[in-house]
């Protein structure tokens, strides 16, 4: 099974930090996403890869930017934390080709708190 | 664009009994369809998902959902829910024409009562 790992469960920052939250997979599937998870609103897409160094905006990519040096790993980067940027964030995977070969597999999710 | 709908923020029901969310979609076509599920403070299990052919599909869990076309909907069903049940369940819509980036409905919480 595909496995995605997020480093860290749970963060707590100070406004104005830069933020750093990992996704690693382990199946070498080329397409990564960040997704972030607020009540009431579902999960939104902050950004995706689709390879290596390529990057593309999601539905809200405002004040953030992501990272994909090697394929395995996919980084979401908060420049400057704000308070509203507390969120549950989740990583996710996706293996290509049709019908049940396709799907998505998420990581377990980085609470984040901006103090 | 696509997008989704599960009217119900909140469903509570008896253990044993059975269970519907309901899940609207807004797409042109036929798109992937998707429910997962979510524990509290873990990321999202996929249930089941539809990309063509028998319209009612079978997951994990003993969850069922019916695709009907004619009413852009998805539906989740169990004949009869246990209490490890509880969860916030996600319904969630990939277009062939938006490279079958998924969109999330808002989810809906199931609380179960003994």
């Known amino acids: 099974d595909v496995k995605v790992t997020q480093s860290s469960r749970y963060l707590v920052k100070r406004t104005g930090e830069k933020v750093f939250l990992e996704c690693v997979q382990d199946?070498?599937?080329?397409?990564m996403f960040w997704y972030r998870q607020d009540p009431g609103l579902g999960l939104r897409l902050i950004y995706f890869?689709?390879?290596?160094?390529?990057?593309e905006k999601g539905d809200i990519p405002e004040g953030y930017s992501v990272s994909r040096e090697k394929k395995e790993r996919f980084s979401l980067i908060l420049e400057s934390a704000s308070t509203n940027q507390t969120s549950m964030y989740l990583c996710a995977s996706r293996s290509e080709g049709t019908g049940h070969n396709f799907g998505y597999t998420f990581g377990s999710g980085t609470r984040l708190t901006v103090v | 664009a696509q997008s989704v709908t599960q009217p119900d923020i909140h469903i509570t029901v008896s253990e044993g009994a059975s269970l519907e969310l309901r899940c609207n979609y807004s797409?042109?076509?036929?798109?992937?369809l998707f429910w997962y599920v979510q524990s509290p403070g873990q990321g999202l299990q996929l249930l089941l998902k539809y990309f063509s052919g028998d319209t009612l599909v079978q997951g994990i869990k003993g969850f069922e959902a019916e695709f009907k076309r004619s009413q852009s909907s998805f539906n989740l069903r169990k004949p009869s829910v246990h209490w490890s049940d509880a969860a916030e369940y996600f319904c969630?819509?990939?277009?062939?024409?938006?490279?079958?980036?998924?969109?999330f409905g808002a989810g809906t919480t199931v609380t179960v009562r003994a």
């Open positions: 797409y042109g076509a036929t798109p992937y």
């Open positions: 890869s689709y390879d290596v160094k390529m990057k």
């Open positions: 969630a819509v990939g277009a062939p024409a938006n490279d079958y980036k998924l969109s």
């Open positions: 199946m070498d599937h080329e397409n």
